[in-house]
């Protein structure tokens, strides 16, 4: 498992840059992402839910993000089956992974999900990757913000640049799957104090 989870950690500090990391400590770090898209919302929305579409295979468990789901409800799964052996190895999996878990869903607005993805898994750390989907002219704007806290053997130096790279590759890959605008919007800092998240307007 440590051995994955160092090979992983290679992949991602491979990727080039994306965008910003907005904010760090010594307890954890924030990274944020933004795209502009053609779609509409409801069909983003249809494309966000469906990872195997566009999840980069490199940065899974299994190698294939075919294996990749995700149940966009309250408690749903964004889970990862492993196959056995053979051909048909996915009628008899080994094992499987569970990435992040559903705390927030509006259909078409937001999705918000909790979980230490990759590496991260085998540290004591609590993520929170919040995604928006905004309409505006001509398309969609899509945001992901990606908060991580706790404690992590991983030197921040090292993990903060390579997650950034990697939640920012994975957006990306399913702008370009919705038509990526070239207008997009950079990510910018938030300041000491957080912007409200899908959820909190209402008091949900």
Known sequence: MRRFALAALALFIALPARAE??????NGFVVRHVAEVTASAED????LVVPADWWNGAHSFSGDAKNLSL????GGC???????????????????VEHMRVVFVEQDKALRMTGALGPLQSEALLGTL???LKPI??????????VV???????PEQIVPAVDNVIGEQLTRLA????????????????????????MESGR
């Open 21 to 26: 990391v907005i904010a760090r400590s010594d």
């Open 44 to 47: 983003a929305w249809k494309q």
């Open 71 to 74: 149940e966009p409800r309250a």
């Open 78 to 96: 964004f889970c990862e089956v492993l196959p056995g052996a053979g051909e048909k190895g996915w009628l008899h999996p080994r094992g499987g």
């Open 130 to 132: 919040t995604v928006t």
């Open 137 to 146: 002219d001509g398309g969609t704007r899509l945001t992901w913000e990606y």
């Open 149 to 155: 806290g706790g404690f992590m053997r991983y030197k």
């Open 176 to 199: 370009e799957k919705l038509g990526r605008k070239v207008s997009a919007v950079e990510p910018k800092p938030s300041g000491d104090e957080p912007k409200p998240q899908p959820g």
